[in-house]
């Protein structure tokens, strides 16, 4: 607890000042880039990601274990949180950006924090919900990320160390071919997805692509997606300890 008494002037708060403010300026214009992106592939035609949120929570929602002690990871609204709330979870909401939720709940925890920072040390849980997020970890620019080029593999190894025994992850992230888009996204393929999965025992995959509408496909159509800023398929998982 801060004493209470004088306050003098200091470098460091105006430091952290500026850097919070630094991080939400490219943070807004990670955003801007990223709807002008999908406006024009709009404009031209092509396909966009309208749609890909329904796929992605539709999966982890369907898989949401009966009860336990549950994290969502870059939990954003938090409507996954309130999700597993309603079904007995006890739930720790964690993402980078301050949270600001329209709802409160008895079993859902705000937190904020940079995973990379590992803010869950000594924790355990029975299950992760990591939608649509690690694909971001270290890309500066967006969600107040700071620059780590593999940021997103370290997170998935923190994460894996967070699992209780029996725990498992649902995860869903961009795949197609390797990609990296800063600083909106990462896109998994056959050379960055193995190392992004390492360490776990992959129990259920899919895959998703989109013409006119996002439907089901197998790995090696999916993976040979040409992905962009503004585009890519979707990869379903869940995973258990190795």
Not at 85 to 96: K, T
Not at 182 to 191: K, S
Not at 196 to 215: C, F, I, S, V
Request: charged share 25%.
């Amino acid at each position: 607890m801060r004493a209470k008494g004088r306050r003098y002037p200091s470098a460091v708060p105006a430091a952290r000042r500026l850097r919070k403010r630094g991080a939400w300026a490219f943070s807004v214009a990670g955003n801007l880039a990223h709807g002008a992106s999908q406006r024009l592939a709009a404009d031209e035609g092509r396909p966009t990601l309208a749609g890909d949120r329904l796929v992605e929570w539709s999966f982890c929602l369907a898989r949401l274990a009966g009860s336990g002690r549950t994290l969502d990871f870059g939990a954003d609204t938090g409507f996954l949180s309130l999700a597993a709330a309603q079904r007995g979870h006890e739930v720790v909401a964690l993402d980078r950006a301050q949270i600001r939720p329209d709802y409160h709940h008895e079993r859902v925890e705000f937190r904020q924090a940079d995973i990379l920072d590992r803010p869950l040390e000594g924790e355990r849980f029975d299950q992760i919900l990591n939608c649509s997020s690690v694909e971001h970890v270290g890309l500066a620019g967006r969600y107040e990320s700071t620059n780590a080029p593999d940021g997103d593999l370290e997170a998935m190894a923190i994460m894996r160390e967070t699992l209780a025994p029996g725990g498992r992850m649902v995860l869903t992230i961009p795949v197609g071919r390797d990609l990296v888009c800063p600083p909106l996204h990462r896109i998994y393929g056959r050379e960055r997805l193995p190392r992004l999965l390492d360490g776990y025992k992959l129990q259920e995959q899919q895959y998703w692509r989109k013409n006119d509408a996002w439907e089901p496909t197998d790995r090696e159509t999916a993976l040979a997606t040409e992905g962009s800023e503004s585009f890519y398929s979707l990869g379903l998982f869940v995973l258990g300890q190795a």
